[in-house]
T-cell receptor, first 114, second 112 residues
Framework: DTAVSQTPKYLVTQMGNDKSIKCEQN?????MYWYKQDSKKFLKIMFS???????INETVPNRFSPKSPDKAHLNLHINSLELGDSAVYFC?????????????FGPGTRLTVL | GQQVMQIPQYQHVQEGEDFTTYCNSS?????IQWYKQRPGGHPVFLIQ?????EVKKQKRLTFQFGEAKKNSSLHITATQTTDVGTYFC????????????FGKGTLLTVNP
């Protein structure tokens, strides 16, 4: 069984379109995250949710809107896609919000904006 | 501030050679985590260090946490082609603003 899953794995779209990425974890974790990894492999946190509540929003443009319908799911909707949004987006989860909690990453969604 | 600096950015070795990547912080770390990301894959947790001067081993991998808790290292003995990937260190900050701040990673390539 996959612990953290994401769909789709690949997403190719035109500038200006709106798209969504979905994430689900079956680990029973309370906290979920979205990361963006650019072409230089830099992993940057975008959002985190704890028990469906937003706890971190790292100055991400408001074209990005996360939604957590329950603590096992965290989706990411992106409006008016731009070329600079091309990246790999990783979902992750952790047990809670303690500094020593480890994170489990999904397989990633490679977004290409043309 | 909360960043962790990782060096080198790239390292290419011959199979059988040793490899070390370093992680440094200007402020004291409460803990340091190490992750490995294979090419085309996702980051996978390797280990966590919490105590000053801590040393942990996983087969050919040795992880160290500095006495001042401001630096950490990952050393691989006798690299194999399966060690190829990007190694990230990450510092954790807890409480209401919990997050991991990742270093920029060290990409290891191994020539067979």
């Amino acid at each position: 069984d996959t612990a953290v899953s994401q769909t789709p794995k690949y997403l190719v779209t035109q500038m200006g379109n709106d798209k969504s990425i979905k994430c689900e974890q079956n680990l029973g974790h309370d906290t979920m995250y979205w990361y963006k990894q650019d072409s230089k492999k830099f992993l940057k946190i975008m959002f985190s949710y704890n028990n469906k509540e937003l706890i971190i929003n790292e100055t991400v443009p408001n074209r990005f809107s996360p939604k957590s319908p329950d603590k096992a799911h965290l989706n990411l909707h992106i409006n008016s896609l731009e070329l600079g949004d091309s990246a790999v987006y990783f979902c992750a989860s952790s047990q809670g919000t303690v500094a020593t909690d480890t994170q489990y990453f999904g397989p990633g969604t490679r977004l290409t904006v043309l | 501030g909360q960043q962790v600096m990782q060096i080198p950015q790239y390292q290419h070795v011959q199979e059988g050679e040793d490899f070390t990547t370093y992680c440094n912080s200007s402020t004291t770390l409460s803990n340091i985590q190490w992750y490995k990301q294979r090419p085309g894959g996702h980051p996978v947790f390797l280990i966590q260090l919490v105590k000053s001067g801590e040393v942990k081993k996983q087969k050919r991998l040795t992880f160290q946490f500095g006495e001042a808790k401001k630096n950490s290292s990952l050393h691989i003995t006798a690299t194999q082609t399966t060690d190829v990937g990007t190694y990230f260190c990450a510092r954790g900050s807890g409480g209401s603003n919990y997050k991991l701040t990742f270093g920029k990673g060290t990409l290891l390539t191994v020539n067979p």
